[in-house]
């Protein structure tokens, strides 16, 4: 679904669960720190989280 490698994908959620602010086994993931998260997400996260918020909103 995300159009990129298992190898890729393994290779972050480990360097997030490393991090702390997941738990992943067996690609099951598990956000353990969400703050924790966002603070290692790139910015383009809060635009791309309030665009799907109003696109939804929207919707009603």
């Given at each position: 679904?995300?159009?990129?490698?298992?190898?890729?994908?393994?290779?972050?959620?480990?360097?997030?669960?490393?991090?702390?602010?997941?738990?992943?086994?067996?690609?099951?993931?598990?956000?353990?720190?969400?703050?924790?998260?966002?603070?290692?997400?790139?910015p383009?996260?809060?635009?791309?989280?309030?665009?799907f918020?109003?696109?939804?909103?929207?919707?009603?």
């Amino acid at each position: 679904m995300l159009a990129v490698r298992r190898t890729s994908v393994s290779q972050v959620a480990s360097a997030l669960a490393d991090d702390g602010c997941i738990r992943y086994s067996r690609g099951r993931i598990t956000i353990t720190d969400h703050h924790l998260l966002q603070t290692n997400a790139c910015p383009c996260y809060l635009v791309i989280r309030d665009t799907f918020t109003t696109a939804c909103h929207d919707l009603r």
